[in-house]
């Protein structure tokens, strides 16, 4: 008899390690699916909040903030474009801007209200969106673009991100997970019990379920 497990995946769209951890997660999840079903939902953490519509050079700004020279970023860059090749995911780095996920946010907050299945679409979209594809998530017409292809209402969705609908909810979970010690991400916090940081491997995430299914974590 298979366990749920719930899950709450703390992340930002913007985030490479995010888009690796979930789908490492997802993979662990297929992996162990005789024993393990996950109730997943997504939760808000913005790693740039202050980013205007224009965004800025990641490259640029990840040697400015973690100090890398130009040698350190590309081996940065090609770790995770290995990880990402390995589970299937597409990291397209030249030129890369990063944009203020806001409305996005909100976007997963109306779309859990959905179904689980729906704001899980939506997310993984919002990741190939940016990662493989290049596009300003800060652009409305592009999010209700991406929320109509996962079968979303796209009036509801143009609704949402022109106005102000969410943004509490969206603040008060991004206030809420910082108060409880948040600082990085994916945050991946099993039963709201147990917490496994960054884009760990399969293996890892697969353990971690089976243990706390089987109650057998520490």
Not at 38 to 47: G, M, R, S, V, W
Not at 142 to 152: F, K, S
Request: glycine share 8%; hydrophobic share 45%; net charge negative.
């Amino acid at each position: 008899m298979s366990t749920t497990l719930k899950i709450d995946f703390v992340s930002d769209i913007s985030c490479p390690w995010c888009a690796i951890g979930l789908q490492s997660l997802l993979r662990a999840a297929e992996s162990v699916r005789d024993e393990v079903t996950l109730d997943l939902q997504f939760h808000p953490y913005e790693l740039n909040p202050q980013l205007g519509p224009g965004g800025h050079d990641v490259a640029e700004h990840l040697m400015q903030k973690y100090g890398m020279d130009a040698a350190q970023l590309a081996q940065n860059q090609a770790a995770i474009r290995d990880r990402g090749a390995e589970l299937g995911v597409t990291f397209n780095m030249a030129g890369r801007r990063a944009y203020n996920t806001f409305d996005a946010h909100r976007l997963l907050a109306w779309a859990r209200e959905q179904g689980a299945a729906l704001q899980l679409a939506l997310k993984q979209a919002l990741f190939v969106a940016y990662f493989t594809d290049g596009e300003n998530l800060a652009d409305q017409d592009t999010l209700v673009r991406l929320a109509e292809a996962v079968g979303l209402d796209g009036e509801v969705a143009r609704e949402i991100v022109a106005g102000d609908r969410y943004a509490d909810i969206v603040r008060n979970e991004e206030a809420f997970y910082q108060q409880q010690g948040i600082t990085a991400v994916p945050a991946v916090i099993i039963n709201e019990q147990y917490l496994i940081s960054g884009g760990q491997p399969v293996e890892v995430f697969a353990n971690a379920l089976q243990q706390i299914a089987r109650g057998d974590a520490g």
